[in-house]
T-cell receptor, first 114, second 114 residues
Framework: KNQVEQSPQSLIILEGKNCTLQ??????????LRWYKQDTGRGPVSLTI?????NTKSNGRYTATLDADTKQSSLHITASQLSDSASYIC?????????????FGRGTQLTVWP | EADIYQTPRYLVIGTGKKITLECSQT?????MYWYQQDPGMELHLIHY???????EKGDLSSESTVSRIRTEHFPLTLESARPSHTSQYLC?????????????FGPGTRLLVL
């Protein structure tokens, strides 16, 4: 069964600290993996997208890694800010259909405290 | 910021009422989607469209219906709302960008059926 599992479910950190969020998936075949940020009451916004051949990609203070062999990804946030408080969703796409079906994780709820 | 809009943002309605959730995008995207998301849970695809006059049911069974008469407009209708329909509904559209399609999400409609 194709699944995307994220950990931790929730995380509280102090402003300025770093943190790492994890994503494990069993989706096969694999096309690409995205990390989305979803602010409370808003729709998800894409942060990064990586294909099989990419193992790291940065977007400002966000750095995503991908190990396609172990089917694991991480999202590292550096020098956290209050505005980083949000749910971070890992989304994996297969290439088994023209739709390029997306499999969503449940997200990690990050809270940054001052 | 994506040019995709949803109205209303919040809706409280009684059981048995007919409702239509509006979704519009100004990016000229052919593909559009409706997702249902409960708190702390993953997004579930309930409807999608490849273009005008094309609509398909998604992975999660839903009593709602959709229509796609114009490229930019993808409304979702519930003929008779029930408390079990209480959820957040997210609309998205997508365009192919190199390695894969990126979905752009609207802000969502939070529906409460009493």
């Amino acid at each position: 069964k194709n699944q995307v599992e994220q950990s931790p479910q929730s995380l509280i950190i102090l402003e300025g600290k770093n943190c790492t969020l994890q994503c494990n998936y069993t989706v096969s075949p694999f096309s690409n993996l995205r990390w989305y940020k979803q602010d409370t009451g808003r729709g998800p916004v894409s942060l990064t997208i990586m294909t099989f051949s990419e193992n790291t990609k940065s977007n400002g203070r966000y750095t995503a890694t991908l190990d396609a062999d172990t089917k694991q990804s991480s999202l590292h946030i550096t020098a956290s800010q209050l505005s980083d408080s949000a749910s971070y969703i890992c989304v994996v796409s297969d290439r088994g259909s023209t739709l390029g079906r997306l499999y969503f994780g449940r997200g990690t709820q990050l809270t940054v405290w001052p | 910021e994506a040019d995709i809009y949803q109205t209303p943002r919040y809706l409280v309605i009684g059981t048995g009422k007919k409702i239509t959730l509006e979704c519009s995008q100004t990016m000229g995207h052919d593909k559009m989607y409706w997702y249902q998301q409960d708190p702390g849970m993953e997004l579930h695809l309930i409807h999608y469209s490849y273009g005008v006059n094309s609509t398909e049911k998604g992975d999660l069974s839903s009593e709602s219906t959709v229509s796609r008469i114009r490229t930019e407009h993808f409304p979702l209708t519930l003929e008779s709302a029930r408390p079990s329909h209480t959820s957040q509904y997210l609309c998205a559209s997508s365009a192919r960008q190199g390695i894969g399609e990126t979905q752009y999400f609207g802000p969502g409609t939070r529906l409460l059926v009493l």
